[in-house]
Structure formats: structure tokens, C-alpha cells
């Protein structure tokens, strides 16, 4: 069974801050994909990054950046310079060989608060 | 290019009725999820519709069951509402059954009284 666990419930900084939102994930599948999602309040899933479990390179796009780090099972992503916008649910995700196919399988979410 | 549509946006139904919800996919996508997300918690799988069939389907009980058009349009029904029912649910829509990833809608939020 595929289990995606986000730890922190909620986090609050002040805006310029860096935050860390950490994900650590469970699958037997050899080859799977991850992906986060931001949740603002008006509902819907913004996608983020879709990751395949074969390339660990880290990303970075814009102030957004991600750390891969297979041996750990860990996805975790990183805000640099935040801003108020970037207030939300963000939800971490595993999906199994068939891309997202079989369903995704999301982390319980971290609310993050930015203060101006 | 209009994304994911869904409707209605809110609901309340009362425990035992049936509910219908619908889903219209982004432009060029023929493939529809649809996830239930109780408050405070992460978006649950329920099934997954391509070429009008039924692919793939997460923890949910019979009452839960869908139906999508030849339009690539989707429906998803509950029967027999229970109070624990009560959830956004989001409708995604992708290509070829997510190989470039997924699209959300805004949902629908589903209260059962």
C-alpha cells in the first residue's frame, strides 16, 4: 500500500522568510511518481511538479525548489523569499508506475501561513 | 480555454437521498478522476473514467458510482447519503489517463444533513 505523510500540520512565517514543507512517502512500486499540488482557499488543486522516481536531480523553478532524496523516501519542498501569496494548502502526492493512472495517493496537507 | 468545470458548487442533501455531480474536463482531455476530500485532510481516490468505462477505483463502497459521456463529460452519483458523505468533491481531468498530469476543478462541497 502507498502512504504519503506530511508532518506538519501548519506552519507560520513571516513573509521573506524560507519554509520547508517536508514529505516523506511508502511504496513497494519500483518506479512511481511524486507531485505536489497547492490548495489555495478557493478550492481547487494547482499542480505544482511531477517528479518520476528515476530522476532525483532536484528542481528549482523561480523561488520554488524541491529535494528528492530517494534513499530518505523524502520530497521535500522549499519557498525561498515567501510571500503572502503563497499562503495555502500544499499537498504532497504518490501515484505508482501508471502515472498517476492508478489514482493519486495524497499526504494529509500542510497549511502554510505567510505574515506580512 | 476553459479548465476543469464542476457543478453545482454547493450542495446540502439530506441523509438517505441521492446526489449527482458533474464534471466537464478541460479542453482535450478524455480522461476524469474524481476525489473525495473530508475537511482537514487530503483529497481520498475514488475512481477514474476513460473511454466511458470504469478504470480504476480506490476504497469506496458501491453507493459511490459514476458514469462519463461521449463527450468526456463526467457524473458522479451517491446513493443513500450518509452524514460522513459530507466532502468537497474534486473532479481531474487529463490525457490519456494522466500521462502529463492532472487538471483540478474547484469542486463541489457536499453536505449532508
Same mark, same amino acid.
Given at each position: ?8 500540520? %501548519? ?6 522568510? @524560507?519554509?520547508?514543507? @517536508? /514529505? ?30 528515476? @530522476?532525483?536531480?532536484? %528542481? ?25 501569496? @503563497?499562503?495555502?494548502?500544499?499537498? /504532497? +502526492? ?6 498517476? +493512472? ?15 | ?13 439530506? =441523509? ?40 480504476? =477505483?480506490?476504497?469506496?463502497?458501491? =453507493? ?32 490519456? =489517463? ?16
Amino acid at each position: 500500500a502507498q502512504k504519503v505523510t506530511q508532518a506538519q500540520t %501548519e506552519i507560520s512565517v513571516v513573509e521573506k522568510e @524560507d519554509v520547508t514543507l @517536508d /514529505c516523506v512517502y511508502e511504496t513497494r512500486d519500483t518506479t512511481y511518481y511524486l507531485f505536489w499540488y497547492k490548495q489555495p482557499p478557493s478550492g481547487e488543486l494547482v499542480f505544482l511538479i511531477r517528479r518520476n522516481s528515476f @530522476d532525483e536531480q532536484n %528542481e528549482i523553478s523561480g523561488r520554488y525548489s524541491w529535494n528528492f532524496q530517494k534513499s530518505t523516501s523524502s520530497f521535500n519542498f522549499t519557498i525561498t523569499a515567501s510571500q503572502v501569496v @503563497d499562503s495555502a494548502v500544499y499537498f /504532497c +502526492a504518490l501515484s505508482g508506475s501508471g502515472g498517476g +493512472a492508478d489514482g493519486l495517493t495524497f499526504g494529509k496537507g500542510t497549511h502554510l501561513i505567510i505574515q506580512p | 480555454d476553459a479548465g476543469v468545470t464542476q457543478s453545482p458548487t454547493h450542495l446540502i442533501k439530506t =441523509r438517505g437521498q441521492q446526489v449527482t455531480l458533474r464534471c466537464s474536463p478541460k479542453s482535450g482531455h478524455d480522461t476524469v478522476s474524481w476525489y473525495q476530500q473530508a475537511l482537514g485532510q487530503g483529497p481520498q481516490f475514488i475512481f477514474q473514467y476513460y473511454e466511458e468505462e470504469e478504470r480504476q =477505483r480506490g476504497n469506496f463502497p458501491d =453507493r459511490f458510482s459514476g458514469h462519463q459521456f461521449p463527450n468526456y463529460s463526467s457524473e458522479l452519483n451517491v446513493n443513500a447519503l450518509l452524514l460522513g458523505d459530507s466532502a468537497l468533491y474534486l473532479c481531474a481531468s487529463s490525457f490519456s =489517463r494522466g500521462l502529463n498530469g492532472y487538471t483540478f476543478g474547484s469542486g463541489t462541497r457536499l453536505t449532508v444533513v
